[in-house]
């Protein structure tokens, strides 16, 4: 491969592009043509106006995420754990002259089955600048990565985001609420409660029965939510791993300081690696390993 390369991290709802000459960034670009919203164009299309101008004879571009996926451009093999970080770059597709996907990771387990999915080059990457041999990677779907400094050896997903989504779009505890505003204090409170008590399910209706009787203002029912479910989560996560272990946290800049908060009230030792920072270190690697 060249030292020129694009770097693109493709998921169900958005897509990112980075151009690169060596390791200088030299462009970047935002879609919201993720793999979902593609509006019937097929994926090469969405790819050629994304990088146009960008793509000088056989510049390589490498892409992670659902794109991957069997609703991606192509069902792309998971590799199973335990896997050397080395060998996931090793193991690209092809699936277009010079246009490669990274495979996805799964767990297949008598207690545990699990996939996943551009998470695995953040990995990659996060590794580098932070190793750890714990790693929490926030979003929609977080997943709770564990490993070794050659070795990813299991991870477990929780769909916090989703159900935070979901319970304030499409249930009883967010019907009827006015626009939501930011409450430090009111998430601070939701926190508490769920690293107290992680038994999530007998809590949920008690969200909107605090907003009806009048304890938890209306515009601040997301704010408690939200930790009341990172708590929950952070709590048992953190009853299932090694007491001291410390965190390595990927993640954006908002969902980081959540996690970081719930975390430290946890008392686990927290480091920060920028999402975006670690899935171009990760891309960078593959190029590196391919290249020689």
């Known amino acids: 491969m060249t030292s020129r390369y694009i770097a693109i991290d493709w998921g169900s709802t958005n897509l990112r592009a980075w151009l690169y000459e060596g390791d200088e960034c030299r462009d970047s670009r935002q879609s919201e043509a993720g793999v979902t919203r593609l509006g019937g164009r097929p994926p090469q299309a969405v790819l050629a106006e994304v990088t146009e101008g960008w793509r000088c004879g056989?510049?390589?571009?490498i892409m992670a995420g659902m794109v991957g996926s069997n609703v991606g451009w192509q069902n792309v093999p998971y590799l199973p754990l335990p896997v050397a970080f080395s060998d996931i770059g090793q193991r690209l597709t092809e699936v277009a002259d010079g246009v490669w996907i990274v495979p996805g990771l799964s767990v297949c387990g008598d207690d545990n089955h699990n996939v996943m999915r551009g998470e695995e080059t953040q990995l990659l990457g996060a590794r580098q600048i932070q190793p750890s041999s714990l790693y929490v990677m926030p979003g929609t779907h977080c997943k709770w990565v564990q490993a070794d400094d050659r070795q990813i050896l299991d991870f477990h997903t929780v769909m916090t985001g989703e159900l935070h989504h979901l319970l304030l779009q499409h249930s009883l505890v967010?019907?009827?609420?006015?626009a939501q505003e930011a409450a430090p204090a009111v998430f601070a409170a939701?926190?508490?409660?769920?690293l107290d008590d992680p038994l999530l399910l007998p809590q949920l209706?008690?969200?909107?029965?605090?907003?009806?009787?009048?304890s938890l203002p209306r515009a601040q029912v997301s704010e408690f939510l939200s930790g009341l479910l990172i708590g929950a989560e952070v709590a048992a996560m953190c009853a299932r791993l090694p007491d001291r272990q410390a965190v390595t946290l990927v993640a954006g800049t908002a969902l980081a300081d959540r996690y970081r908060?719930?975390?430290?009230?946890?008392g686990r030792t927290v480091s920060v690696?920028?999402?975006d920072k670690a899935f171009q270190a990760g891309i960078r690697s593959i190029i590196h390993a391919v290249a020689h």
């Open 174 to 178: 967010g019907a009827g609420l006015p």
């Open 190 to 194: 939701g926190l508490a409660r769920g």
């Open 261 to 266: 908060q719930a975390l430290g009230a946890a």
């Open 205 to 214: 209706f008690e969200v909107r029965a605090r907003h009806v009787l009048g």
């Open 273 to 275: 690696v920028s999402g």
């Open 58 to 61: 056989t510049t390589p571009v």
